[in-house]
């Protein structure tokens, strides 16, 4: 058959050469899509043979190769060729997969191993057999039963991004040869087993250098077998690349290849016992139940981590194999006869969670959306775990949104048959999980504090495991630690189970470990138990300069996403694409006065708007609590930001000098106190004139590396200004930008560096000489350095040890690699890598992340401060280290000859700094400014967070960039409307900055909501849209227009705001739908207030780009941040979660004796207690004020306290709850809602349990609570925890409280003292959810005769009015009115706001009955009633109590007349005049005329028990007015709350024609009372609306 490729293939494909050469496009960009066929069915014994051309290292995973027997002709492409079904069998690294499942784990070579040039062919035999062809050795069998008629297939995958075919024939020798090979037989002669142990001996002694005899029963369980337990070898190979996996009956081995087999059996029982193990057998070559085909695979070339398990079995190379710890094998090192079982690596089931995602031959799980769910992610072992056979993951990737983690264990259910649960400790049988720090069996928590160690904290590359002993007891393993035993009695046959909960996303089942491992696990520990974890520690000076203690350097005290290099005088933050403030430095000293503080911009990154601030402060660095930013401080501050000073915190000019946003890398800027007071600003070295006076002496200069500005060096006479970062040096040739460039004469050798390009915890200074680890206290790992160039073949590279720490396990790892810098993915450590890397880790010598050799001549763990590491590659390929000079030997042979090595060093644990030693000259140990460029900070996404983007329906001149994130309008003007992908959450900002402007058109940029849904357009943009956003009607749109807020193109209101007409290139705008349903709109980050009322839930953000604004890009997240708000943000969730239990509760509780409560001496560091530990006061910050009771809180004893004194000048407020463990030793947050284990906290409205929040809209808004305000708390017999404000209970907040738990405060923002109520005051009415009727109040519950049913009022000493805004406004709207005062009753505290937090927070409920029989009436939500004075005939009058509450609508014009009366008139503008009825007598409305008939028509007066129906605006016009005080413009609505007595109105249907009900509790067909008596209604309360 021909050697061509079929015409039609995967649509990445691209075919030349006569469609003999296949290349797959877009090769860095796209991995997949790569399919191509045969051009004609292969017939048998035919060899397709493709040569790999081109390799890149971008990704994983590499050529794919197989069968199919689909027509290409008619075949529908998949996206790879396991996707291929229908009779498909497909070679994916080491396994073969039929249908896209796998059939075979462990075969063959390894594609992904293969390089450029090798050849890679398939074959289907005569006998149907499937066999893989590598460099023209055959592999063996690797499927059977195969059809005749079948394609070839080849996926150009990953790595793999072109192929040639070579050949389509049959292989040399073989045509003839098969025919006869059931007629051939040849037996295999075996040397004696003496000659065999002592070749075998000889080979590893010239290996190792001594003499180690194997164990003689395991080698004589191959020699005594008979033929057929003879694994084939490859023909052509001097070594088998591991043991073949298939054995055939024909098998002819010479004497040399039978020594090779055993060989590698020996180098694998000598790699198992460097793994710990303690089998003296060879695995699997022993035991019926070990796996042969995998026992002992100890070539390094092509296997996956070969190498033993932790049990001393010499593993498979993905870790299969026997796991049984006995000395000898499972049968005691006896022959092996049983079966060969080449399918029973330990793996993921392929029934999951239902969001899990599973791949790498099952061995890898990943959660899709990991950022939207956070639960689902249940994977269960493929098999049951046999005892003492460890369950080890590795965790992959975790994302920093959710609380909680991983949680591991094991179960009875066997996958197969199990629904799976959302989460595994929602499963009541059979299961056992750990869960943070604790277990939990069947759900419940059984051990609360199992390990000083909780999942929760563990990081990306920490292995978790687990181990049934024989014995039946349960042990978890930590990065190898065993952590003791969790069970006992644990059932014999379990599954083992993996959650990926909250923060855990992906992991990997690993099954083999190496030196690396081991330290890694050690370091995980050490940082996971420190107290300093992760907070920036300055690297300390090599060269301190004694004399000169007045020189002005930046102080070690620094924002904690901040960090001091080069001798203090610079300062940079390291990861400045991730966040943009925190980055605040101070001077080590004040300033003297005329003394100029200059600094230089030495970095700037692009992701982030606004830029370098400068300044000057009174606070001494050394007890400054740094704030995210220094505009947020609220005393001695003056600073300089953009084109303005700010004092304070507030602004004092406003255009102020040269914009500081505008500059860019080598600017300066600079700040001086003159003699007078007066403060000026320098830019560039010009004065930019006074900005500020009577600034007080002994300030210290301010720096605050905002937004944009990534590192300043301080500018000063005292030293060379090191050179500006280059960012232009390119090839592998080039010196590293950060070099001096006026070396001159150096030898050849002096222009070795260190890369740009280096691991995130690594700097570079001292030319590129120089390479430390920052954080080296917090941080073990990621600080990979690499050379600038490449190694010469004989070149030595040598650096020195300058620095170590006596913490961390293990220490530096140095080596050479053939991954070109600007190629390499830096890694935690390079042993991880996988390709053409060569390292020496301690005594081993480990090549693509396998050790290789151990007992190498050096140990670098053993290497002190001042030692001398160097490395060099021969001509011949042979890899030698050096240490202090002396040549160590040759380490490993085989290194590709010609090919470029640049050299590797990892400053990993106790390692910190070390520098380029060099012939020329001597070595210079001073820092400089680090040469950190933008390469050093990859931009991995536009934004923060998970980036909103914008939906592909759209306007037809819209062109969509950037992945969605961006938008350009193409042609004309209009036809520019864009939609969000995605609904937008409540309090969710979506922004755009303008990128572009055409000042050839007028208007601009419009924004808004909308209700359209964008998925329900036409697909086709050029029709079902209108060309401009004002004309979009076919749904609700409100938006903003240049100053006009318009709802369906109707203006609703002018004026808002500033004009979007008037931004420019630069500007950005935001629009966010907030939880009172009012649309905001954000320009620049400030809120412009509410532009539109009433909006609908499910909106989509929409935007036109209109007029002259023709570009935009997103610059906003899914992740709703508060960027001014100094508190950190709750986690945002749509989704409630059950809260874990921490334990299980107790029954039979005896009743305890009310316990006195007071504050626990362990508290916030801002707290100071007082008044024998009953009054607790913040003393400084906003922070810091965490308290805990000192007695657990009984079941059913209510814990109060009062809120003492409330601070206006910050945000936010006090939070509340319990926290379910001893408080003594708790080491104290900033905030509670850092706290994540075993709380329960009270937040604004919302409840969060380990700060994941499990309910909103609870209770009322507690950042509204006034001072005098008593908030309490109290769990109940069934552990439900109740919130009870001002003595109303709330209801249940959350469950499953453990016991003993303790009430918990925090006095953050403007809460600042509480006091204990030690004279408990029991609760208000009836139980939660009881319906309050007319028996249920006593006397004392009376309001001037009207019962406290009617709307609950809280004391005078608690009155919110007092803080309400909307309450205040109207109040004043009221006095616009010019009533008289004698109409209102003059106790203000009968007059009460309903808005949503003032309602929350009395406790209303939304409906009452009221009156003889009962009746249903609804609380007035959103109106505001101002108490009306009531006769005192009134008030004594016993009827007048079981009267019945109604509400009535009218106009501003008929107040003052109806008010005159006393009583409604349907005389009056009232449109709640109807139908005229007639009089029935004199007792009717109205006084009866001379002279009138005896009969007339009358009209009648119609109410409601609900304001949803009596405050529409047909009954209650709206009539607009401006605010006094803020002159804005608002509309207002009036009417009644009136009392009506039973017997004296009609119940009717509404009179309006509406057909959708307009309130839930009553029908449409009696929300209308109809009255026409005289004295039948009596006028209680004023009501106000203003919008």
């Known amino acids: 058959m021909a050697a061509e490729l079929h015409p039609r293939s995967g649509k990445l494909i691209g075919l030349s050469n006569s469609n003999r050469t296949a290349q797959r496009n877009q090769p860095v960009q796209e991995f997949n899509h790569g399919l191509v066929l045969s051009r004609e069915p292969l017939r048998d014994r035919d060899v397709f043979t493709v040569r790999i051309d081109k390799k890149v290292n971008s990704w994983s995973g590499s050529i794919e190769i197989g069968v199919t027997a689909l027509d290409p002709a008619a075949l529908d492409f998949p996206s790879s060729a396991t996707g291929l079904k229908g009779g498909s069998w497909i070679v994916s690294g080491c396994s073969v997969l039929k249908d896209g499942r796998s059939v075979l784990e462990e075969y063959g070579r390894d594609l992904d191993q293969l390089g450029e040039g090798d050849r890679v062919g398939i074959q289907r035999n005569g006998r149907g057999e499937l066999h893989l062809w590598v460099n023209g050795q055959d592999c063996g069998a690797a499927a059977s039963g195969l059809p005749s008629r079948l394609w070839a297939v080849v996926d150009l995958y990953g790595k793999c991004t072109q192929v040639t075919v070579v050949s389509c024939e049959p292989p040399p020798d073989t045509e003839d040869q098969e025919e006869d090979e059931e007629e051939r037989e040849e037996e295999v002669v075996l040397p004696s087993p003496a000659a065999l142990t002592t070749e075998a001996c000889r080979d590893h002694e010239d290996r190792t250098g001594a003499l180690v005899l194997p164990a003689v029963p395991a080698l004589a369980t191959v020699m005594n077998g008979s033929a057929e337990e003879v694994p084939e070898v490859t023909r052509g190979h001097s070594r088998p690349d591991k043991f073949p996996n298939n054995f055939e009956p024909d098998t002819v081995l010479t004497e040399h290849q039978l020594f090779d087999v055993f060989n590698n059996a020996i180098v694998s029982l000598y790699r198992s016992e460097d793994e710990g193990g303690e089998d003296l057998g060879l695995g699997g070559a022993g035991g019926g139940g070990s796996d042969p085909s995998r026992a002992g695979a100890g070539s390094n070339n092509g296997a996956r981590g070969g190498g033993g398990n932790e049990n001393g079995n010499g593993g498979s190379a993905e870790g299969g194999g026997s796991t049984n710890n006995s000395p000898s094998g499972s049968a005691g090192g006896t022959a092996g006869t049983g079966g060969m079982t080449t399918n029973d690596a330990l793996l993921f089931h392929e029934k999951c969670g239902t969001l899990i995602k599973l791949s790498n031959n099952n061995k890898t799980a990943e959660r899709r959306r990991p950022l939207d769910e956070f639960n689902n992610g249940v994977v269960m072992t493929n098999r049951p775990l046999r005892h003492n056979e460890m369950f080890e993951i590795r965790i992959d990737k975790l994302v ?189 000293r004040p300033l003297h006065s005329n003394e100029v503080f200059q600094v230089r911009i030495d970095k700037m990154v692009d992701k982030w708007a606004g830029s370098i601030e400068i300044g000057v402060t009174t606070h001494n660095p050394a007890y400054l609590q740094l704030p995210s930013t220094m505009t947020n401080l609220r005393s001695g501050t003056w600073m300089m930001t953009g084109n303005g000073v700010m004092h304070n915190g507030t602004t004092i000019l406003d255009e102020y000098g040269h914009n500081l946003d505008r500059l860019k890398a080598g600017d300066t800027v600079g700040v001086v106190r003159k003699d007078d007071g007066s403060l000026h600003f320098f830019v560039n070295g010009v004065p930019q004139g006074p900005a500020a006076w009577n600034v007080p002496p002994s300030v210290y200069a301010v720096v605050d590396l905002y937004g944009q500005a990534a590192q300043a060096t301080i500018m000063d006479d005292m030293a060379d200004l090191p050179p500006l970062p280059d960012d232009n040096s390119e090839g592998p040739t080039a010196m590293s930008p950060g070099s001096p460039c006026s070396i001159t004469g150096a030898s050849a050798a002096s222009d070795l560096r260190f890369h740009q390009l280096h691991g995130t915890n690594a700097v570079i200074t001292n030319g590129g000489r120089t390479a430390l680890r920052q954080n080296c206290r917090s941080e073990f790992n990621d600080a990979i350095v690499i050379s600038n160039r490449c190694l010469r073949d004989g070149e030595l590279f040598e650096i020195v040890i300058q620095k170590m720490v006596d913490r961390w396990s293990g220490s530096i790892e140095a080596g050479v690699t053939a991954i070109r810098p600007e190629e390499l993915e830096f890694p935690n450590t390079m042993t991880d890598i996988d390709y053409d890397t060569w390292m020496l880790s301690g005594t081993a010598i480990m090549q693509d992340g396998n050790t290789m050799r151990n007992n190498y001549g050096c140990d670098l763990d053993s290497l002190s401060t001042g030692s001398r590491i160097g490395m060099m590659r021969t001509a011949s390929g042979d890899l030698h280290y050096y240490i202090n000079g002396v040549d160590q030997g040759v380490a490993c042979t085989g290194l590709p000859p010609g090919k470029e090595v640049y050299a590797v060093i990892d400053l990993y644990g106790q390692c910190v700094q070390v520098s380029i030693t060099s012939s020329s000259g001597p070595l210079d140990n001073s820092l400089c400014t680090s040469n950190i460029t933008e390469k050093s900070f990859p931009i991995h996404s536009p934004v923060a967070g998970v980036a909103h983007r914008l939906h592909n329906k759209h306007g037809k001149n819209v062109v969509l960039l950037g992945d969605g994130c961006q938008a350009v309008r193409v042609g004309g003007y209009a036809h520019g409307i864009v939609f969000s992908a995605k609904e937008l959450k409540t309090d969710e900002l979506f922004e755009v900055k303008i990128n572009e402007v055409d000042e050839q058109w007028s208007g601009s940029l419009r924004i808004g909501l909308t209700t359209l849904q964008p998925p329900d357009l036409p697909s086709c943009p050029l029709s079902g849209l209108s060309p401009s956003l004002t004309q979009l009607r076919s749904k609700v749109t409100w938006l903003l227009a240049g100053s006009e807020v318009r709802r369906n193109g109707v203006l609703q209101r002018q004026n808002y705001g500033c004009s979007l007409d008037r931004l420019t290139v630069g500007n950005r705008v935001g629009v966010k739908r907030c939880s009172d349903d009012t649309m905001h709109i954000f320009i620049d980050g400030e809120d412009m207030g509410p532009a539109a009322t009433a909006v609908a839930k499910n909106v989509y953000a929409v935007l036109d780009l209109y007029g002259k604004v023709t570009a935009v890009s997103i610059v906003s997240s899914t992740l709703v941040e508060d960027t001014e708000s100094v508190k950190a943000p709750s986690l945002s969730s749509d989704s409630c979660s059950e809260g874990e239990d921490d334990s299980t509760p107790c029954e039979n509780e005896p009743t305890l004796v009310p316990m006195a409560m007071a504050f626990l001496e362990n508290h916030g560091k801002n707290i100071q207690l007082s008044n024998q530990n009953l009054t607790a006061a913040r003393v400084s910050s906003y922070n810091q004020g965490l308290l805990v009771t000192a007695q657990p809180l009984p079941r059913q004893q209510l814990f109060q306290f009062q809120i003492d004194r409330l601070n206006s000048s910050w945000t936010s407020s006090l939070s509340l709850g319990v926290i379910g463990h001893s408080p003594d030793r708790l080491n104290f947050p900033s905030t509670a809602c850092c706290l994540k284990r075993s709380v329960w906290l009270l937040q604004r409205d919302s409840v969060f349990h380990n700060s994941l929040k499990i309910c909103e809209n609870y209770g009322p808004n507690l950042d509204t609570c006034p001072e005098g305000t008593v908030l309490g708390l109290l769990v109940d017999a069934n552990g439900c925890l109740h919130l009870h404000v001002n003595g109303m209970d709330q209801g249940v907040a959350a469950q499953d409280i453990p016991t003993p738990c303790y009430p918990l405060i925090d006095l953050y923002g403007q809460c600042e003292q509480v006091t204990i109520v030690t004279n408990h005051v029991p609760a208000v009415g009836a139980e939660s959810g009881d319906v309050r009727c007319q028996g249920d109040m006593e006397k004392a519950d009376m309001v001037d005769g009207i019962k406290e049913s009617v709307c609950w009022t809280p004391p005078p000493a608690v009155n919110p009015n007092k803080t309400c805004e909307y309450q205040a406004l109207c109040s004043r709207f009221k006095d616009l009115l010019t009533l008289p005062d004698g109409y209102f009753n003059e106790d203000a505290k009968y007059n009460l706001c309903y808005c949503e937090s003032c309602h929350k927070l009395r406790g209303d409920e939304a409906y009452y009955k009221r009156g003889e029989p009962p009746r249903d009436y609804a609380l007035p939500f959103g109106w505001c009633r101002f108490a009306l004075r009531i006769k005192p005939h009134c008030e004594v009058s016993n009827t007048f109590k079981k009267w019945h509450i109604a509400y009535h609508g009218t106009s501003v014009g008929s107040l003052r007349r109806t008010l005159d009366h006393s009583q409604l008139l349907p005389e009056s503008s009232s449109v709640f005049s109807a139908s005229p009825v007639k009089a029935e007598s004199h007792g009717s409305y109205g006084e009866p005329e001379e002279n009138s008939a005896p009969e007339r028509e009358i009209p009648c007066v119609r109410l409601s028990p609900t304001m949803r129906y009596s405050g529409l605006e047909v009954f209650a016009p709206k009539v607009q007015f401006r605010d006094p005080r803020s002159l804005r413009c608002h509309h207002a609505q009036v009417g009644f709350q009136v009392c009506v007595r039973p017997g004296s109105y009609k119940v009717g249907p509404q009179s309006l024609g509406i057909s959708e009900p307009l309130d839930p509790r009553f029908s449409n067909t009696e929300i209308e009372w109809i009255t026409k008596e005289k004295g039948g209604t009596l006028l209680y309360g004023l009501l106000i609306r203003v919008e």
């Open 400 to 588: 920093d949104k959710w609380s909680g983690s991983i949680e591991i264990g094991v179960t009875t259910h066997n996958p197969n048959n199990l629904d799976y649960p959302a989460t595994m400790t929602n499963l009541r049988s059979g299961t056992i999980m750990m869960s943070g720090c604790g277990i939990l069996t069947n759900g419940k928590g059984t051990r609360r504090e199992y390990c000083e160690f909780s999942l929760d904290e563990l990081q990306e590359g920490d292995h978790i495991g687990l181990m049934r002993k024989a014995s039946g007891a349960l042990h978890f393993y930590i990065n190898g630690i065993d952590q003791g035993v969790a069970a006992n009695q644990t059932p014999g046959v379990v599954y083992g189970v993996v959650d990926l909960y909250g923060m855990a996303v992906k992991v990997t089942i690993v099954h083999n470990h190496n030196h690396s491992d081991r330290l890694r696990r050690n370091n995980a520990i050490m940082r996971a138990l420190s107290p300093d974890v992760g907070r920036p520690r300055p690297a300390l000076s090599l060269t301190p300069d004694p004399e000169a203690p007045d020189r002005l350097l930046f102080h070690p005290n620094c924002g904690q996403k901040a960090a001091i290099i080069g001798d203090g005088r610079t300062a940079l933050r390291p990861h400045a694409t991730d966040d943009f403030n925190h980055g605040v430095v101070l001077s080590n």
